[in-house]
């Protein structure tokens, strides 16, 4: 009996794993879709900076090129810890897929 409520708390934390992996590749994938966004937004930005007809405040232009470079940090830092957080995941996963062939070994 205190085996199999041991092995159900294994499975348990099997699928928790998963759930987390499915989420953390969700966000990888809309990560991956703001870095494109502020990337094609900061290269507008600079285009404008040469563009003689742009008729925006300069000062302004160069706060929003600040900003959406931020922007683009933070967003890659945030990816960083995203692909760590898969990293664990998977390796938690491998550790318990080998614990739970262990169990059926003959």
Known sequence: MFSMIVDQK???DYLW???TLKQFQKHKKNNLQHHAGFKNQYMTYLSWQD???YHHCQLELQKEIRDVKDRIITNENVYDRIEDGIYRCKEKLQQYNQYFSSLYEF
């Open 10 to 12: 294994y499975i348990d």
């Open 17 to 19: 794993y998963q759930k």
């Open 51 to 53: 563009d003689p007809d």
